[in-house]
């Protein structure tokens, strides 16, 4: 399978401020992605998506921004709250031309909420 | 409406032996697609079915293999265990199997190989 890195980035936050988790993808024809929010013991779970004809999308208490230039994602999480607490994970279409679901996923950024 | 249903939860098995996992995806979802995910590789695409036939693949062994029924339930087969097949093995389902379908994943069948 495709490597998509051995170390988990981690990012540590106040209750109450904003998260700013980022993701770099891989293919300039990816025309579909989406972040997930994985707790632990649990499969990961749909927040926001965005299509490669938008720069922006909200959501509630969240925003995607879209950097095809640099091929950059980022996921914005407003009062972050302790149930926030999860690994996000990046994930891009890499067969946007043909049916079907080929994702490719980051390797994902622990989010820790501190009181 | 239930979600995805993936079985069993847990297993263990040995090297060289054979491990079969389902998946049954949400009702009225065509698409399934299984993911194994481990702390070292992350997620990692392995197929997808789509009305009873695999429609994409990812870079995996012929050890792996899967298949979908009539209803769209999906299992996954791996034969001949190596101890790096050890991993949570996901299967997501989506509404339509289009380029643009949200996953809704289950939560995993963690295999354990000895």
């Known amino acids: 399978g495709e490597s998509v890195g051995l170390h988990l980035p981690t990012l540590s936050v106040q209750e109450g401020d904003n998260s700013i988790i980022n993701c770099a993808y891989s293919n300039s024809a990816s025309d579909y992605f989406i972040w997930y929010k994985q707790e632990s013991g649990k499969g990961p779970q749909f927040i926001i998506d965005?299509?490669?004809?938008?720069d922006k999308r909200q959501g509630q208490r969240v925003t995607v921004l879209l950097n095809k230039t640099v091929k950059h994602l980022s996921l914005q999480i407003a009062a972050t709250q302790p149930g926030d607490s999860a690994v996000y994970f990046c994930?891009?279409?890499?067969?946007?031309?043909?049916?079907?679901?080929?994702?490719?996923f980051g390797p994902g950024t622990r989010l820790s909420v501190l009181p | 409406k239930a979600g995805v249903t993936q079985t069993p939860r847990y297993l263990i098995k040995t090297r060289g032996q054979q491990v079969t996992l389902s998946c049954s995806p949400i009702s009225g979802h065509r698409s399934v697609s299984w993911y194994q995910q481990t702390p070292g590789q992350g997620l990692q695409f392995l197929f997808e079915?789509?009305?009873?036939?695999?429609?994409n693949k990812g870079n995996f062994p012929g050890r792996f293999s899967g298949r979908q029924f009539s209803n769209s339930r999906s299992e996954m087969n791996v034969s001949t265990l190596e101890l790096g097949d050890s991993a949570l093995y996901l299967c997501?389902?989506?509404?339509?199997?289009?380029?643009?379908?949200?996953?809704?994943f289950g939560e995993g069948s963690r295999l354990t190989v000895l």
């Open positions: 079915y789509f009305s009873e036939t695999q429609r």
């Open positions: 994930a891009e279409n890499i067969t946007p031309t043909i049916d079907g679901q080929n994702f490719v």
């Open positions: 965005i299509r490669s004809n938008m």
């Open positions: 997501a389902s989506s509404q339509e199997g289009v380029s643009t379908g949200e996953l809704f």
